[in-house]
């Protein structure tokens, strides 16, 4: 009993020599009821180490997959959006394809070109009233010519190409000659020459020509021809026209 004793003491004095911090005993179940608290403690505190370690890993995983299902549904809608638009894309390229091709059928389908000669005897048009008229026509596609009255009225707006050519007969005496060529009643373009006087009664033409630019209606027509009756012209004295352009107005 003796010696159970002292050994107690032994060892508790050995404890309270130790290390600064450590429980006091006073008996061995003691120490060890406080060193299993202590181990206790540290493992609680290991628990809540881990516990917070698997809670931040447990917040990472979820806003991870929050951010994947926003990823995923940005990633919807733009696939949805450039789908769209690719679509919108289409159609404009196929509209304006079709319109191209419509444009060009209409092109194809409406020719508009004439040429008439051999001016007919209705004086010297020398009015702007009194246009020129024809006795031949050689090309009349699109009918816009009329033999008539010698004028041409637009079918189909665009830009139109129009050319006079005057040829004066040999051994009739002119001064000089010239021709306008009328838009709507308005003067464009005239073709006109005046030669030496020792020329006067020998042969000789002129030429002029305008690009106008019509819509449908619009009359062009040759007159105001000074001193130039039909009777002093030659046959091949012409003129011509023809739709070189269509233009939507």
């Avoid at 429980?23 to 628990?47: A, G, H």
């Avoid at 699109?142 to 006079?164: A, E, M, W």
């Avoid at 021709?179 to 020459?193: E, H, P």
Wanted: neutral net charge; hydrophobic residues 35%; glycine residues 6%.
């Amino acid at each position: 009993m003796l010696l159970k004793y002292y050994s107690v003491v032994i060892l508790c004095l050995s404890v309270v020599n130790g290390e600064p911090g450590e429980p006091k005993c006073f008996s061995r179940f003691d120490y060890d009821e406080k060193m299993l608290m202590k181990q206790l403690r540290f493992e609680d505190k290991v628990q809540k180490f881990e516990d917070f370690i698997n809670g931040l890993k447990a917040r990472e995983e979820k806003e991870k997959e929050e951010r994947s299902k926003l990823f995923a549904a940005e990633l919807e809608k733009y696939k949805q959006e450039n789908t769209e638009e690719i679509n919108r894309q289409k159609t404009v390229v196929s509209e304006m394809i079709e319109n191209m091709v419509n444009s060009k059928m209409k092109l194809q389908n409406k020719v508009v070109a004439f040429t008439a000669t051999s001016p007919a005897d209705s004086g010297s048009a020398n009015s702007i009233a009194n246009s020129m008229t024809f006795t031949t026509v050689i090309t009349n596609e699109g009918n816009g010519f009329d033999i008539l009255t010698g004028k041409f009225t637009c079918p189909v707006s665009g830009l139109y190409y129009f050319s006079l050519h005057i040829t004066k007969k040999k051994s009739t005496i002119v001064n000089e000659a010239g021709c306008f060529i009328f838009l709507n009643g308005t003067k464009t373009v005239r073709a006109y020459v005046d030669p030496q006087i020792d020329a006067d009664n020998g042969s000789y033409g002129v030429s002029n020509s305008v690009y106008l630019k019509l819509k449908v209606g619009d009359v062009v027509s040759i007159a105001h021809c000074f001193q130039l009756p039909s009777s002093r012209l030659e046959t091949w004295t012409s003129f011509s026209g023809y739709l070189e352009q269509q233009v939507e107005y």
